[in-house]
Nanobody, 126 residues
Framework: VQLQASGRGLVQAGGSLRLSCAAS????????MGWFRQVPGKDREFVAA????????TYADSVKGRLTISRDNAKNTVYLQMNSLKPDDTAVYYC????????????????????WGQGTLVTVSS
Protein backbone atom coordinates (compact mmCIF):
# COMPACT_ATOMS: atom_id res chain seq x y z
CA VAL A 1 0.00 0.00 0.00
CA GLN A 2 1.35 3.38 -0.97
CA LEU A 3 -0.02 6.89 -0.54
CA GLN A 4 1.25 9.78 -2.63
CA ALA A 5 0.23 13.28 -1.54
CA SER A 6 0.40 16.32 -3.77
CA GLY A 7 -0.68 19.95 -3.77
CA ARG A 8 1.94 21.60 -1.59
CA GLY A 9 2.13 25.33 -1.81
CA LEU A 10 2.55 28.80 -0.42
CA VAL A 11 -0.63 30.86 -0.16
CA GLN A 12 -1.63 34.10 1.47
CA ALA A 13 -4.02 34.18 4.41
CA GLY A 14 -7.59 33.88 3.15
CA GLY A 15 -6.51 31.88 0.12
CA SER A 16 -7.33 28.34 -0.96
CA LEU A 17 -5.44 25.18 -1.76
CA ARG A 18 -6.43 21.61 -2.58
CA LEU A 19 -4.41 18.63 -1.48
CA SER A 20 -4.72 15.24 -3.15
CA CYS A 21 -3.62 11.82 -2.01
CA ALA A 22 -3.52 8.93 -4.47
CA ALA A 23 -3.55 5.41 -3.08
CA SER A 24 -2.23 2.25 -4.65
CA UNK A 25 -2.43 -1.33 -3.40
CA UNK A 26 -5.02 -2.85 -1.14
CA UNK A 27 -8.73 -2.05 -1.34
CA UNK A 28 -9.01 1.73 -1.11
CA UNK A 29 -12.80 1.72 -1.29
CA UNK A 30 -13.03 -0.32 1.93
CA UNK A 31 -10.90 1.96 4.09
CA UNK A 32 -11.51 5.23 5.86
CA MET A 33 -9.02 7.96 5.03
CA GLY A 34 -7.70 10.76 7.17
CA TRP A 35 -5.65 13.92 6.98
CA PHE A 36 -3.30 14.94 9.78
CA ARG A 37 -0.83 17.78 10.09
CA GLN A 38 2.32 18.48 12.04
CA VAL A 39 4.53 21.46 12.79
CA PRO A 40 8.06 21.15 14.17
CA GLY A 41 8.14 20.46 17.89
CA LYS A 42 4.49 19.44 18.10
CA ASP A 43 2.60 16.17 17.91
CA ARG A 44 0.82 15.16 14.75
CA GLU A 45 -2.67 16.66 14.83
CA PHE A 46 -5.92 15.29 13.44
CA VAL A 47 -7.49 17.42 10.70
CA ALA A 48 -10.25 15.44 9.00
CA ALA A 49 -11.38 11.92 8.18
CA UNK A 50 -13.91 10.34 5.86
CA UNK A 51 -15.65 6.98 5.92
CA UNK A 52 -14.86 4.30 3.34
CA UNK A 53 -18.07 5.04 1.41
CA UNK A 54 -17.61 8.82 1.36
CA UNK A 55 -19.95 9.56 4.23
CA UNK A 56 -19.38 10.39 7.89
CA UNK A 57 -16.84 13.17 7.43
CA THR A 58 -15.45 14.48 10.71
CA TYR A 59 -13.26 17.52 11.36
CA ALA A 60 -11.11 19.10 14.01
CA ASP A 61 -12.82 22.12 15.52
CA SER A 62 -10.02 24.37 14.30
CA VAL A 63 -10.76 23.62 10.63
CA LYS A 64 -14.51 23.03 10.66
CA GLY A 65 -16.27 25.15 8.05
CA ARG A 66 -13.04 25.94 6.20
CA LEU A 67 -11.59 22.57 5.16
CA THR A 68 -13.50 19.84 3.36
CA ILE A 69 -12.46 16.23 2.94
CA SER A 70 -13.79 14.17 0.04
CA ARG A 71 -12.88 11.04 -1.87
CA ASP A 72 -13.26 9.48 -5.29
CA ASN A 73 -13.13 5.71 -4.95
CA ALA A 74 -13.04 5.26 -8.72
CA LYS A 75 -9.75 7.18 -8.74
CA ASN A 76 -8.42 5.83 -5.42
CA THR A 77 -7.92 9.41 -4.31
CA VAL A 78 -8.81 11.47 -1.25
CA TYR A 79 -8.85 15.27 -1.28
CA LEU A 80 -8.61 18.08 1.22
CA GLN A 81 -10.06 21.35 0.00
CA MET A 82 -8.66 24.17 2.12
CA ASN A 83 -10.40 27.54 2.08
CA SER A 84 -10.03 30.70 4.16
CA LEU A 85 -6.57 29.59 5.14
CA LYS A 86 -4.88 31.07 8.20
CA PRO A 87 -1.19 31.27 9.16
CA ASP A 88 -1.95 28.72 11.90
CA ASP A 89 -2.74 26.20 9.16
CA THR A 90 0.93 26.17 8.17
CA ALA A 91 2.15 22.59 8.59
CA VAL A 92 3.18 19.42 6.84
CA TYR A 93 -0.01 17.60 5.90
CA TYR A 94 -0.18 13.81 5.84
CA CYS A 95 -2.83 11.56 4.37
CA UNK A 96 -3.40 8.24 6.06
CA UNK A 97 -5.32 5.03 5.50
CA UNK A 98 -7.27 3.16 8.16
CA UNK A 99 -5.87 -0.08 9.49
CA UNK A 100 -9.38 -1.62 9.57
CA UNK A 101 -11.82 -2.19 6.72
CA UNK A 102 -15.26 -0.60 6.69
CA UNK A 103 -15.01 1.07 10.07
CA UNK A 104 -18.42 2.49 10.95
CA UNK A 105 -17.04 5.78 12.29
CA UNK A 106 -13.72 7.16 10.99
CA UNK A 107 -11.16 7.51 13.75
CA UNK A 108 -9.44 10.71 14.86
CA UNK A 109 -6.53 8.78 16.36
CA UNK A 110 -3.30 8.54 14.38
CA UNK A 111 -2.65 5.09 15.87
CA UNK A 112 -5.69 3.74 13.99
CA UNK A 113 -4.10 4.51 10.62
CA UNK A 114 -1.67 1.94 9.27
CA UNK A 115 -0.41 3.64 6.11
CA TRP A 116 0.87 7.17 5.67
CA GLY A 117 1.82 9.41 2.79
CA GLN A 118 5.11 11.25 2.67
CA GLY A 119 3.69 14.59 3.77
CA THR A 120 3.20 17.77 1.81
CA LEU A 121 4.08 21.25 3.06
CA VAL A 122 1.46 23.98 3.22
CA THR A 123 2.63 27.47 4.11
CA VAL A 124 0.17 30.28 4.75
CA SER A 125 1.64 33.76 4.90
CA SER A 126 0.03 36.62 6.82
Amino acid sequence: VQLQASGRGLVQAGGSLRLSCAASGGTFSSDAMGWFRQVPGKDREFVAAIKWNGGGATYADSVKGRLTISRDNAKNTVYLQMNSLKPDDTAVYYCARDRLHRRSVPSRQAAEYAYWGQGTLVTVSS
